[in-house]
């Protein structure tokens, strides 16, 4: 053995050891340290690998709701009719209702964004001319049910979400 293999400790024959990472771990403990550091590098892996997050709306929400009705004696239609959907561009989606009125004869039919919050939900009603009106109310299993600036509103669900 030479002079410098003896002095260094990483050099020449001196070295038995396994080499490299395996070495170095068993010098700071062994099993137990490949043991925590294997773990470190499961639980940090699934991190850095997620895909986007998948978007998904509540299935209550969309549907077709409506409370129509025709007058007789006067000839009227009245009422309105909602249809809630959902749509989604990558991380950003959204609810959006057609809407229309009727009093006396059915409105323009509009398109408004809603506003979600589980299942309550929030959108302005445009009257044509007249300022549009805000609707608030929540949805369940067979209706949407809420009021119409001062009015109180129900609208029995006639049909569900599309694809839900």
């Not at 940090?44 to 709306?57: D, M, T, Y």
């Not at 209706?143 to 109180?152: A, M, Y």
Request: proline share 8%; charged share 20%.
């Amino acid at each position: 053995m030479n002079d410098l293999a003896a002095r260094s400790p990483n050099m020449g024959l001196q070295r038995t050891a396994p080499c490299g990472l395996a070495a170095e771990l068993r010098s700071f403990g062994g099993r137990f340290t490949v043991a925590v550091l294997i773990a470190a590098i499961l639980a940090l892996l699934p991190a850095g690998i997620r895909a986007e997050p998948k978007v998904v709306p509540s299935p209550l929400i969309p549907g077709l709701y409506e409370n129509f009705r025709y007058v007789e004696d006067a000839g009227d239609v009245v009422g309105m009719g909602v249809f809630i959907v959902w749509s989604s561009t990558g991380l950003h989606s959204n609810f959006n209702a057609l809407v229309q009125t009727a009093e006396g004869m059915p409105g323009e039919p509009a398109l408004t964004p809603v506003t979600v919050r589980g299942s309550h939900v929030e959108f302005w009603v445009p009257q044509g001319e007249l300022p549009p009106l805000f609707f608030r109310g929540d949805v369940s299993k067979t209706s949407l049910v809420g009021t119409l600036g001062d009015e109180k509103v129900k609208l029995k669900r006639v049909h569900r979400g599309f694809g839900w």
